[in-house]
């Protein structure tokens, strides 16, 4: 057993709690966790991302991160150390509760599908840390300290409960948003795979969709990885890919078919996607065929 900061100790509660210290250090490649039960992260000093299904927040002292069961996620940080407490609540506390008339505890523990970061106020962090420092209190065996934990546990899930009402709307609010975005950017995307032979970028693309150009562009590389700039011209170029292997079109007219009038310029974007101009890209496979 080794002590831990301000007399929290690291250990493993068998099947009623987990709690271990989080040190999350810088690095290139941070490792993706699983969790399998219902997870909090709480810091205690410095900062980190927390990244879930493509969704990212920044957690600072005073913030819990509630991380449903059964996803991947990971935790990053950038030139300090992040230093916290990561908390892992079991399926099996749901029947714990039941059994014992706990009702908020079985409603928080089986309403807790949605990613979510919980913001503390100084006088709510004061009392959770006060908790986890409590839970190290019943760290033997026997019914004396099963039950010590178990009521640390419920009064730790009352104040979760506390805060999490606090933007339960906004939790609701957030799915529906999440689900508006999506659909944006697929709407975004069958806009662009049929228009892209047209005079289509950034502005015009917004303004069809009746959004702001700079939450169209956060979004679109949210979700793909890449601007919207970078995605027609992959577009158009695999589309001209297509059209010089199977036609004999000449250069120009392929380019004037994917929305290129400035020759020379589409031989750089072409170069720039596959490695060789189109000339010579089609020279290439033309003899590999």
């Known amino acids: 057993m080794r002590s831990y900061g301000e007399g929290l100790v690291e250990f ?3 099947g009623l709690i987990q709690i271990e210290p989080l040190n999350c250090r810088e690095s290139n490649s941070p490792a993706w966790e699983y969790a399998e039960e219902l997870r909090f992260v709480i810091l205690r000093s410095g900062s980190c991302q927390i990244e879930i299904d493509g969704r990212y927040e920044i957690l600072d002292p005073a913030t819990v991160a509630l991380i449903p069961p059964h996803v991947f996620y990971r935790l990053t940080t950038r030139g300090e150390l992040a230093d916290g407490i990561r908390l892992g609540l079991p ?8 059994r014992r008339s706990f009702f908020p505890g079985v409603q928080f523990m089986q309403s807790s599908g949605v990613f979510a970061c919980l913001r503390a106020d100084g006088q ?3 009392r959770l840390m006060g908790l986890l420092v409590l839970l190290t209190g019943y760290l033997g065996d026997g019914k004396v300290a099963a039950y010590g934990r178990l009521a640390v546990i419920e009064l730790l899930i009352l104040e979760l ?9 906004g939790l609701a609010d957030d799915s529906h948003k999440e689900a508006s975005r999506s659909q944006l950017i697929k709407g975004v995307i069958g806009y662009i795979n049929e228009h892209y032979g047209e005079d289509i970028h950034l502005d015009s693309i917004a303004k069809k969709f009746w959004v702001n150009p700079s939450y169209l562009s956060r979004q679109f590389k949210e979700k793909l990885g890449m601007n919207i700039t970078r995605f027609i011209m992959e577009r158009r170029v695999y589309v001209a890919q297509q059209l010089l292997l199977s036609t004999n079109m000449r250069v120009a007219e392929v380019a004037a078919r994917i929305g290129y009038k400035d020759i020379p310029y589409f031989n750089v974007v072409f170069k720039r ?3 060789v101009p189109p000339g010579e890209y089609r020279k290439q496979r033309m003899i590999d065929i």
Do not use: A, N, P, Y
């Open 273 to 275: 996607v596959t490695g």
């Open 91 to 98: 399926d099996e506390l749901d029947m714990v509760f039941e």
């Open 161 to 169: 409960q506390q805060m999490s009402r606090k933007i339960q709307g």
């Open 124 to 126: 709510t962090h004061r």
């Open 12 to 14: 493993e509660d068998s």
